[in-house]
């Protein structure tokens, strides 16, 4: 199949030995009962096969919903999933799932990450000096501000290895605004931010972070970038979003060519997600987006 027609939220990409692997938030699952993940396998980038699934809720498994946003990552011979996992007991947190294949199966690695009194979302991981950190969402049901958080974990990935720290909350930036449907949808009075799909990389000129938030068109992307050079920030927000509408939670990567692409899902209507590729430009220290399909 082609990549339009692959139909999942949150996207994630990673390559090993020439092969692309696509994982992503199950749409038809995503905002009710959930019990698994998929990844799609491709030699090109383009023309996928899948849906393979590599976890499935095995039984008596604490999680039953918000199957939310895996990124695989390969540290040397094995693969790591980190992902968002709720349930109607508790608060969605992050936890990390381990195989030694892209395609899986995958099975339950680490406890949970996240403070337990913490709704947290969306997490993934950056190495700065050796050390390992989670950049993850504490969502609005906790923080109304929208606050995007990093937490440093132990070196097997299999705890927290400190207290959540502060990076910025959603109001912050100038092209973040206010959910318009927060008291209607979650009951919630007052101005409420949110933030998710955070992503970090390093190029030459800097250190960056692209997140989602509600902008004045909806779902959207924006840019950050780091004024110290360390993931601790302080981040300085980008003025206008890079992708400003009815699309979001991406992720940065290089294709097999070398070219640096920026992955997220679009349109943000629900069960109509679809990955999205584009090229991801930077100049003086300004990201912009040239969208391919």
Known sequence: MRTDEVNIRDPYLLIVDGTYYLYGTR????WGKADGFDCYRSSDGKEWEGPIEIFRRPEGFFADQNYWAPECYQIHDA??????FGSSEGKKGIYVLKSDK????FAPYSGRLTPEEWSSIDGTLYWENGTPYLIFSHSFEDSKDGDMCILKLSEDLKEAAGEPELLFSAGEAPWAHPVPFAKAEFGIDGDVYFTDGPCVFREEDGLYLLWSSWGTAGYAVGAARSESGS????WIQQEEPVFPENGGHGMVFRDL???LKFLLHYPNDKYKERPVITELQIMDGV???????
């Open 231 to 234: 993931v601790k920030g302080p």
């Open 257 to 259: 060519d070398g070219k």
């Open 27 to 30: 749409s038809e699952t995503c």
């Open 102 to 105: 892209p395609e899986g199966p």
């Open 287 to 293: 990201v912009s987006l040239i969208r391919e399909n």
């Open 79 to 84: 693969l790591y999933l980190v992902t968002t």
